[in-house]
């Protein structure tokens, strides 16, 4: 199967070249190059790309959230008594969740977050996993409670949403989260943690939001679509979501425990972007569609000023598929060869684009520090008032906290 998957990305890049080639207003330096004399092109090589991407390092600014929490975290303790409390779901033992488990108990502790873990076994019923939910829900030391997705096939992720409590859904996956964040108009609960943390990386690199053309490849539940509505809502001139679902014959086997056990090894613990719908069952033959909506995606992403990638596909975007210029966010978390990588071809890409986000070091630390922000501003508001803490503004100015909502009051009509 890899080896077919390899064979198709291969001829939809062959494909894309071609197109590049016959496009007037092509970006790209294979485009230049065929309108230009096609014997001086045969005859002299093309220059290496002299420019160099600037990269936002996702761990510094990690690290400076991280000290605005353990200060806020501290005042927390001081005045109500308790610190923060997180309670954890664990179900089965997939190896990379219970990397990614570890990386946040950690984390909670640098903070001054206390945290409790449950871990249920692989064969636990739906029913033992909503009965551990809503324990935690209910336990008054517990600021957000979240379940370390993915679970079990067998189990549905939509029922065990729902048996949240909404005002202790810190990863924003409850249906009245989502679609208040969703809505125009509306004050949102919690953010989900990836674009809440991609929002704030993009505020502290200096990178302008308000008027900008953007293009989301990837439209998952827990990044592709709340980005797309956080960047809208953030004053985007215009949004694109790429829906990952018309090419999902490439990501069949985007959950398989060969691909767990390679991402622990690679110390890879990001969440990797959930696949599609019914992907095990779409056939072999679906593969050229996927060909041929591949081939279609260049003359999209070059339109961004702001790309975001989070399909998890290894080194997808090429450098031919960027504007010039563009600010580049790569969500990606791949193993290839035992290397960490994104769904970005970093190297070629970083001769195009005017900023970009690394893999790994990127968006990955940013996602963990704001699990803990909602856990910290849940406490806050539970245990002294919003008012009583000095306000940590989660994204630089671009969302402002009132009461128990994220608001946008200057870009919303």
């Not at 810190?170 to 809505?183: K, S, V, Y």
């Not at 609960?189 to 929002?199: D, Q, R």
């Not at 613990?269 to 996927?290: H, L």
Request: proline share 7%.
């Amino acid at each position: 199967m890899a080896v077919r998957l390899q064979q198709v990305l291969r001829r939809s890049l062959r494909l894309t070249s071609l197109q590049d080639k016959s496009s007037a207003c092509c970006l790209s330096s294979t485009s230049a190059a065929h309108q230009s004399s096609s014997n001086a092109a045969a005859a002299t090589p093309e220059p290496l790309p002299t420019h160099t991407a600037r990269f936002l390092d996702g761990r510094a600014a990690a690290a400076d959230w991280h000290a605005e929490l353990a200060r806020e975290s501290a005042h927390i303790l001081k005045v109500a008594g308790r610190r923060p409390g997180l309670g954890v779901v664990l179900v089965g033992d997939r190896p990379d969740s219970k990397l990614y488990v570890t990386r946040k108990r950690e984390a909670c502790e640098k903070v001054g977050i206390s945290e409790r873990l449950v871990q249920l076994p692989d064969d636990c019923s739906i029913g033992d996993v909503q009965r551990v939910v809503g324990e935690l829900c209910a336990d008054p030391g517990i600021d957000g409670v979240l379940v370390q997705l993915p679970l079990p096939p067998d189990i549905s992720e939509e029922r065990v949403m729902e048996s949240f409590d909404p005002s202790k859904d810190i990863d924003g996956f409850h249906p009245l989260n989502m679609g208040r964040m969703l809505m125009r108009g509306r004050s949102t609960g919690f953010v989900p943690a990836t674009a809440l943390g991609t929002l704030r990386l993009l505020a502290a690199g200096g990178v302008e939001l308000r008027g900008a053309s953007v293009v989301v490849v990837g439209d998952s539940n827990t990044v592709g679509t709340p980005l797309a509505a956080l960047m809208r809502d953030a004053g985007a001139a215009s949004v694109t979501v790429v829906h990952r679902t018309s090419y999902s014959a490439l990501f069949a086997d985007a959950l398989s425990p060969r691909l767990a056990a390679a991402r622990v090894a690679a110390a890879a613990c990001a969440p990797r972007v959930p696949p599609g719908p019914s992907q095990a069952a779409r056939a072999a033959d679906v593969r050229e569609e996927a060909l041929e909506h591949l081939a279609g995606l260049p003359g999209i992403t070059r339109t961004a000023d702001v790309l975001v990638v989070a399909v998890g596909y290894p080194r997808l975007v090429r450098a031919s598929w960027v504007k010039p210029g563009a600010a580049v966010v790569d969500v990606g978390i791949n193993v290839e060869g035992g290397r960490v990588v994104g769904d970005v071809d970093e190297a070629g890409v970083a001769g195009v684009a005017g900023v970009m986000t690394p893999v790994p070091g990127g968006v990955g630390p940013m996602t963990i520090a704001a699990t803990l922000h909602n856990v910290v501003a849940s406490a806050r508001d539970r245990l002294l008032g919003p008012r009583e803490v000095p306000q940590v503004e989660p994204l630089g100015g671009l969302l402002r906290r009132g009461d128990l909502h994220y608001a946008f009051p200057d870009s919303r009509t």
